[in-house]
């Protein structure tokens, strides 16, 4: 496969996955790191979802991202670790399964805090289409649409471009 066609296929890839899943940084701002209450971060932005992803961004030698349970996660023990990561600069995971997740920091932190833990939720059904007059559904296909050629159209700006 040529490269730009590779590219284009990423691309839209991208676009579908983003239609179907969040990210979230962990930590928002602060990122993976000492001194950040977690518990309200996650607070903060719950729901999340199965297929959800959450990046935790670090110094790069100072943390590592330990998956635990329960337990592991209440004393701050990694020895039963189910998965650890501490390499580069971040660790993006995927929340695949519908249940409750625990991370923490086995370098120390953990007990001012460093600890996170997430529930994923099952996807929502999708919601029932609205009761729309015909003015309503009309404006959905037409944002749909002026959305489809605005795709196009970026992809033969992109292939021409490269
Ligand atoms: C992380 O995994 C490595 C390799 O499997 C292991 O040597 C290390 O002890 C683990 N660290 C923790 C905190 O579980
Ligand atoms: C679930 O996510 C983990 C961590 O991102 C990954 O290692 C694993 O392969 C995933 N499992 C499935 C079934 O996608
Ligand atoms: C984080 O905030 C929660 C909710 O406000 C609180 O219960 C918890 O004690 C805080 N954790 C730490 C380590 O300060």
């Known amino acids: 496969m040529a490269r730009r066609e590779l590219v284009a296929l990423l691309f839209l890839i991208h676009a579908v996955a983003l239609a179907t899943a969040n ?27 199965v297929g959800d992803w959450i990046v935790f961004y670090y110094q790069s030698g100072q943390a590592d991202v330990v998956q635990v349970d329960e337990i592991g996660y209440n004393k701050c023990d990694a020895s039963n670790a189910i998965s650890n990561y501490s390499k580069g ?56 649409l002026v959305g489809s050629i605005a795709g196009f159209f970026g992809l033969v700006i992109f292939f021409w471009l490269f």
């Open 89 to 144: 600069r971040s660790y993006a995971f995927q929340l695949n399964q519908t249940k409750q997740y625990y991370f923490i920091c086995s370098y120390g932190y953990c007990y001012g805090g460093m600890k996170l833990a997430i529930k994923a939720q099952a996807l929502p059904p999708p919601s029932p289409p609205p009761k729309a007059n015909k003015s309503d559904a009309f404006s959905v296909v037409g944002s749909r």
């Open 23 to 49: 990210k979230f940084t962990v930590g928002d701002a602060h990122g993976w790191n000492p001194n950040v209450n977690y518990t309200i971060w996650e607070e903060k932005h719950r729901p999340f979802y």
